[in-house]
C-alpha cells in the first residue's frame, strides 16, 4: 500500500540490498529482477490468492514466457526483520537455492 510502517520499508529495503550485494550480475543480466507491487491496487489483488499472501510478503518467482512456473514465499521474514544481517542472509540463501533448483 501506499503507507507503510517502518517494518515493512526495512523488509523491503533489506532485500533490496541483499540482491543487489549478492546478485549483481544476475540483476544486471535480468536473470534475478526486483518488482514492488502494491497490493492496495485493484490490479494486484490476484496476488494475494495465487500466493496465498495475508500480509507483506517477499515471493521468488520463475516466470518462462512470461508464465509463472514455481514460486516460493520467504515466510520467515516477520521473524528476522529484526536482525539486519540474519534477514539478508536469509534472503541470499533462499534466492539461491532456489536458482540453483530450477536451474537442475
Given at each position: 500500500g501506499k503507507r507503510r510502517c517502518i517494518t515493512c520499508v526495512n523488509m523491503e529495503n533489506y532485500a533490496k540490498e541483499a540482491l543487489d550485494t549478492n546478485f549483481s550480475n544476475e540483476l544486471a543480466d535480468k536473470k534475478v529482477q526486483w518488482n514492488v507491487t502494491n497490493m492496495s491496487l485493484p490490479e494486484n489483488k490476484h496476488f494475494a490468492e495465487e500466493y496465498s499472501l495475508v500480509s507483506q510478503s517477499l515471493v521468488l518467482v520463475k516466470l518462462e514466457?512470461?508464465?509463472?512456473?514455481?514460486?516460493?514465499?520467504?515466510?520467515?521474514?516477520?521473524?528476522?526483520?529484526?536482525?539486519?544481517?540474519?534477514?539478508?542472509?536469509?534472503?541470499?540463501d533462499n534466492v539461491k537455492e532456489f536458482m540453483e533448483k530450477i536451474h537442475e
Open positions: 514466457k512470461g508464465k509463472r512456473t514455481e514460486w516460493k514465499n520467504l515466510d520467515k521474514i516477520w521473524q528476522l526483520v529484526r536482525n539486519e544481517e540474519a534477514y539478508k542472509n536469509y534472503v541470499r
